[in-house]
């Protein structure tokens, strides 16, 4: 085996802008770093080179800059440094000249700077670097995957109790191993009860990231073997509800109406699935059934491992499980356990859409770059009696690219100071969006250092970019020809249009994939919408509501919603009351179930349904037709035969043509010891995981008959107007029974569904509005390109109208030079689009990313705005005064 | 104090890590120094980039070491802080200790 290599491109850029004086010893710290990590984990380890290399450009560059700063401020006679700003000065006055021309480009170099500083703000903040760990390469989350359950890898409530255990007792690659459940817990403060976000721990997760508390400290090992009533806040909370008062530490905060000491302050900006609040399990993992999956799982990869073999290990713990386990629980066979980086964990829902949009946004900007060399080659046109003087007198061609190239390098610089207000913007912009489906990226997603440098990056790059071209034709320009006509000549002209047209095609093959990743996404969203739901989901508000068991046990909890129900029913304007443990389209809860008498082997998984526990009137309030037998009615009540209701999906999956109703079933597999449940009817089948997948079984039990375990419940009202109008009603009737218990999660029926469908809405907007942006480019830079070829050829089309040539056969002529490269760009275009729509295909919903309408219409959009962008000069050189024409010379 | 400047906090860092490795530390150890006493993770191009401010103004001096084939051939770079970087030392810790002085959270908010 070879020795591991860092990352060549990492490794390059970080050599090449170190500081020259200490090149050598920076790369040789770098390269024996690697070394050492790469015997741990090869992977990580370019990972960390990657990380170095990006995040040590800034200080370098810092450095050489400020050295260059100091060397012209005191020696001024240095040549370089004059000419530079001497060119400087000669750009500024340029663009000043012509302020329009330059206004447009700097316009489109901030709008597209502007949009990959925004995005490259999203990638940093969620993906690059969104933790800030010690050591994040080696924080990892443990995940499972049944097959026997269908259930595919997964981190989040995915873990048992005992299999946490496994994992901390015979891992030796993972250290301080800790694991957590999610909750909702009632802080008292001023004003009305608040219900936060909380988390349950086995083990203290600072001393797992080894990190200290912002003040006091974490859960000491005592703290959580006993369960002590001792808690934690997060930052924000204790800034937000408690001013950061210092003093609290060591005090008493209440909790569900309980004192808790408050040990410590979470440290700032360490975001675990937006935890309020810290606390310590009640009771010992041993406590609980082996099968119970609600728990998270974090752990440390110990100094001398790698995820590689913390990887290796958990395979052989999972192979040992199955062994001992399987008999009881089946789905232990061929069940797996992976590691996994936390960064990796908590980006897994971003990374797709984030890095589609990072790619667009790198199509853009060379589109831009594309556009704005084509704009300053037919400008250069214009300049070349400038330069033909120049040179005539005396300046070298080194040094009139330089002049050029300062120039287009001072565009790039001012489109990215635009583009930098513009990210600012286009940050707080998508903060707000993604506010609005409860996603808090405040302080993760920032225009930082990094980001300020990336751009700076980006807009000196671009500059040199679109400037090169431009500035090598421009400066071989042919003197004498060029002073003898008048500076039309015509020596450079072929080889300048030849390199127009490819800018043009290059243009038209950026726009076509834009376009066409637009068009897949915008095909993909109408269908969406146009989903059947299975349910009417207008005008239902809903709220949750946890009541405290210590409060209500036993029947309490099915008496409190069974009154609160109908006391919400009897408000004007309410056609409904009901409550249920969920509803579509976010189901979350899912039990194994036993269909008594199902068709055998009706699939290879194990049975599990979405189990859904629901009050009286729950199918009417969400519209959800009744297909066969009843629903709940008077009949069933605490003590009366176990009735269960199941959705359509359950019936055709577990008993196909035959008729469920009066047909059993149970909790757990065949052999479990629990009470049977007679199906009572079928209900029509929800979109119950989300628009875009298909509906699951699902079964329903009515809350009187499951009792007082289920605490939890989402009331769901049907209104005949404006759901959120009734908010303030509902509320008061839930405080009129009882004045301590919040509500929280107030949203309509109709805004759960919006927000499982946010992320494509914002992809699908983000990259429609630079499709559009770039067609609007690429047809500006056509129109230009055709508007100059045919102002430089108005004395051939002049003559050619002289001897007969009539307008139409004129304009042909144009626009099919013109499209010549349209045509041979959107090929090339096309291949590309489906070249990359393999990244794109996880977004897309019912389509392919070869869709052939899709990309159809995208090609028939690009020569249709490309034909119009021609035949405007082209009309015009048409009915051009033959006389006119040939005086033009 | 050079230029009547008073040390930043990330350049007492790298000084102090330098100081504690006794002469003899280079980039990968004083990056370790800073790791695991500072619990702060910084890169490479940030410890150099202060380094070399260091030097410019006389606060620490540098000598070559040895080639290693593990670092490409390359050689390291070993730091030892001058008498002028222990001044300023002393000098940043006297100011931070003044200010200290007579300051008491103990009993909170007055």
Known sequence: MSAPRPPLIATRIFAWTADPERRDAQLGDLLEEFAERAERDPAAARRWVRRQALASVAPNIALRLGRTYRAYTTEREDGTMRTLLGDLRLALRGFRRDGAFHGVIVLTLGLGIGAIATIFSVVHGLVLDPFPFPEPDRIVGVGTAYPRLGSELGFFENLSPAEYLDIRDNASTLEDVVAWDMGNRQLDTEGPPQNVFSAFWWGDVLTTLQMDAHLGRGFSPDEIRSGANVVMLAHDVWVARFGADSTMIGEAVSVNGNPYTLVGIFPEGVDIYGTDLWMTMPVGPEQYARNRRQFQVMGRVASASSVASVNTELEGIAARVEQAWSAEYEEYEGWSMQAMTWSDVSSQVFRTGVFVLLGAVTFVLLLVCANTANLLLARAQGRRREMAVRTALGAGRGRLVRQLLTESVALGALGGALGVGLAYLGVEGIGRFVSTIGINVAGTVQVNGSVLLFTAAVAVGAGVLFGLAPALQASAADIAGTLQSEGRGATATGSRQKLQRTLVGVEVMLAFVLLAGGGLLLNSFIRVNRVEAGFEPERVLTMRLTLPREKYQGAAGPAFFRELTDRVERIPGVVNAAAGSQFPPVGFSFRQIFFDGAEADAEATLPTTLTTVVTRGYFEALGIPLLRGRTFDERDEAGTPLAAVINDEAARRYFGTADPVGRRLKLGDADADTPWWEIAGVVGSTKNLGLDRDPFPEIFALHDQVGGDQNQLFLVVRTDGDPQAFVPAVRDAVLEMDADQPVYAIRTVEESYRQGIAPMRATTLFLGIFAGFALVLAAVGIFSVVSFTVSERTQEIGLRVALGADQSRVRRLVVRQALLPVVIGAGVGLAAAIGVSGGLERLLFDVTGTDPLTLGSVAVLLVAVATLASWVPAFRASRMDPVEALRAE | ?110
């Open chain 2, 1 to 110: 104090m050079g230029r009547g400047s008073i040390l930043g906090e990330f350049e007492q860092l790298v000084l102090l890590a330098v100081a504690r490795l006794g002469g003899d530390g280079y980039g990968v150890t004083i990056r370790k120094e800073i790791a695991s006493r500072a619990r702060r993770d910084v890169t490479i191009g940030a410890v150099y980039a202060t380094l070399s401010r260091l030097e410019e103004k006389g606060y620490a001096s540098s000598w070559e070491g040895e080639a290693e084939p593990r670092r490409g051939g390359r050689a390291r770079r070993h730091y030892r802080v001058e008498p002028e970087g222990v001044r300023a030392l002393h000098a940043a810790r006297g100011m931070v200790d003044r200010m200290w002085d007579g300051v008491d959270f103990g009993s909170g908010p007055a």
